[in-house]
Structure formats: C-alpha cells, structure tokens
Nanobody, 123 residues
Framework: QVQLVESGGGLVQAGDSLRLSCAASGRTFSTYVMAWFRQAPGKEREFVEAINWSGSSPYYADSVKGRFTISRDHAKNTLYLQMNSLHPEDTAVYCC????????????????WGLGTPVTVSS
C-alpha cells in the first residue's frame, strides 16, 4: 500500500557527509512515523533514527547521536537523513521504513520498507 524508495547512498571517506532521501508514495496516511534502519554485511539490522509526521519526538540510536539528523518534508512525504562525520562503522545498507501508528526503534513496529541504499565509508 506504501512504496518507499531510498536514494543518496554512495562511497565516501571517513569524516565526510552524506544525505539520504526516502520518497514515499501510495497511502500516505500510513506514514505517520518514518525511520531509518541499517544493516551491515553479516550483522543484524539495527535502528538508526525515527521521526513522526510533525517532526517532533525524534528517536536516535546512541551510535549516531550528534552526527546524524533525521527530518521530513511532510508536504512531499519525503524522509531525509543527514549524515555527518561518517565512520567506517557506518558502512551498511540504509533502509527507510514507515507505519501509520506510533512506533519507536524496533523493526516489528513498521509495516512498509524500502529496498535500501548502500553507504560505504572508507578509512
């Protein structure tokens, strides 16, 4: 019912910045909360950040506090992730997720997922 398409990933060096985007289409009323998750090769998917429709009450993973900023343009239903001071440990496929309900940082709370955009940070 909701389609999510990520973009903006690529290959960067440690310390660089990158901005990811997630465009949502379809049943936009089912995107009350949107979030970013990431999964590195051989590791489990982990929560990065989440934000509600109004942009209030964001949730952040400890590993990205002070470096990553989540935001959204609710008129365009587009989610963003501004990534600064990137570390090699940030290398992963970054996925966008959405739900029409209240949600936090666990995967089962989200109903819709994008295919992801890869981010590689070299040292």
């Amino acid at each position: 019912q909701v389609q999510l398409v990520e973009s903006g990933g690529g290959l960067v060096q440690a310390g660089d910045s990158l901005r990811l985007s997630c465009a949502a289409s379809g049943r936009t009323f089912s995107t009350y909360v949107m979030a970013w998750f990431r999964q590195a090769p051989g590791k489990e998917r982990e929560f990065v950040e989440a934000i509600n429709w109004s942009g209030s009450s964001p949730y952040y993973a400890d590993s990205v506090k002070g470096r990553f900023t989540i935001s959204r343009d609710h008129a365009k239903n587009t989610l963003y992730l501004q990534m600064n001071s990137l570390h090699p440990e940030d290398t992963a496929v970054y996925c966008c997720a959405a739900t029409g309900r209240f949600a936090g940082g666990t995967e089962y709370e989200y109903d819709y997922w994008g295919l992801g955009t890869p981010v590689t940070v070299s040292s």
